[in-house]
């Protein structure tokens, strides 16, 4: 499927969601925290994160949960380091891009970003998204990922 058009509702959300969480629970680097620390359900997590992403890029819809608990519980049962953060970008900018082009598009690689780093800034600290901590966080930015599985 070839990118032609943007994001522009929230079925799009949901196509890009299960695409992008397709590639994570597959990935031998992040799939284990989906898959067996965190034991994710996706049908049940997807219609949350999709009202995350519905809020983030069209503001229409209520996301009051806390992100961040969730991914300090993971940290806690098993650290989540740059190269963790890192690879969830990879992954998402691959998953956007092979779906959508425009201005939405890119917000949600950008916001993808911003989060991946403040989660990392707030549960290792903030030296570690550029220090030595296990392989380092990427600026993705300048990565490009050609497909996702």
Request: glycine share 8%; hydrophobic share 45%; net charge neutral.
């Amino acid at each position: 499927m070839r990118a032609t058009r943007d994001i522009s509702d929230r079925h799009d959300l949901d196509v890009l969601l299960r695409r992008f969480y397709g590639a994570a629970f597959a990935d031998p680097l992040i799939g284990p925290f989906f898959t067996e620390i965190a034991g994710t359900d996706l049908e049940a997590h997807l219609p949350r994160i999709a009202d995350f992403w519905e809020r983030a890029l069209f503001r229409t819809a209520d996301y009051g949960r806390d992100a961040f608990a969730p991914h300090a519980a993971l940290h806690a049962a098993r650290p989540l380091t740059a190269a963790h953060f890192g690879r969830w970008v990879q992954l998402w900018h691959a998953s956007v891009d092979g779906l959508h082009r425009g201005p939405r598009a890119e917000r949600a690689k950008e916001q993808g970003e911003r989060i991946a780093l403040a989660l990392l800034r707030r549960l290792t600290g903030p030296a570690a998204a550029t220090e030595g901590t296990g392989g380092g966080f990427v600026p993705l930015a300048a990565l490009e990922l050609r497909s996702v599985a």
